[in-house]
């Protein structure tokens, strides 16, 4: 299936042959495959994606599959990649045009100084990462909507969803996480991250064997303390002391119960009643919460 070079996408033409790489490829292309169809991310005819892109190693491996995929046939949208620059001192301005105009991918790249607005604004000690990706978040939706683009499709992975989850759960006092697919509060623009099932390891291993020019995030990567790098380091350990506890975490939140949850809004817990058989009955609340982007905690 992979083998000839003419019948694959530029991306995957310096792919590694060995039968460990492809079995790695295969299964994040599955399990994005899954993600998409399973979450219903493709809507309507002339579907028009906006691909973040950072130069990190989750949405490198986002771009690929998705390019995979729509080589395939299997992912019927206009890809159009963006990279954000943001202004910070040092950062690499041509790595990732160049790579995109060698891999022959259409993109954007967009210059907004947010670099500056958050370190005037953020006071001494405190984190960057909430302003950081709001300003982000406010200048993808222009730029989507500017380009024409139904969605933002963002590369967060399984181990990002887990690590929010429990940092709501820690911090935020809620049950909640970065969902697969929401609509923003403008109404106008679904947000999309189908790396909801892959591993942050597979990315890492995916990115590294294919050599991507890999950025970092010298701005919030650089701070101390993160909220989400003490819940990294948790799940870390719990990982190390019971190998694949992450997959079963991530399995339960795909396996809510609300009955046995306490939130009244989701389970009509006031309205159980026995019926004539002895049998508990009840009803999910009639109107449950909606779904909106700022469920997940900002500096996700």
Known sequence: MYQNSDDIHPLFHS?????????L???????????????????????????????????????????ELKWRGLLPVDLLACNLDQGQPGFPATVLPEFLERMQ??????YQDTYSIVMDKVP??????????????????????????????????RDDILETFFMNLFHGGRLATMPPKLVNEEGDLFVLRPLAHVAEQDCERFARAMNYPIIPCDLCGSQ????????????????????????????????????????????DFAGLALNGEGHAEGNAASEPPKLRIDDALADS
């Open 124 to 157: 001494q000690g405190r984190t960057f990462c909430a302003l950081c990706s709001r300003l982000r978040r406010g200048n993808l939706y222009r730029v989507a909507r500017e380009e024409g683009c139904t969605a933002v499709v963002l590369g967060h992975h």
């Open 25 to 67: 490829r295969k299964r994040i292309v599955r399990q994005v495959r899954e993600a998409v169809d399973q979450y219903g991310m493709v809507q309507g005819r002339n579907a028009r994606w906006l691909v973040c892109l950072s130069g990190g190693k989750d949405s490198y491996t986002l771009l690929a599959v998705l390019y």
């Open 105 to 110: 991918v259409p993109h954007r790249i967009e």
């Open 224 to 267: 101390d303390g993160l909220q989400r790098q003490q819940v990294k380091q948790i799940l870390d350990g719990w990982e190390k002391n019971s190998p694949g506890r992450r997959q079963v975490m991530f399995r339960a939140l795909m396996n809510a119960r609300p009955s046995h949850l306490l939130d009244p809004k989701l389970w």
């Open 15 to 23: 792919a590694p042959q060995s039968t460990e790489f492809r079995k």
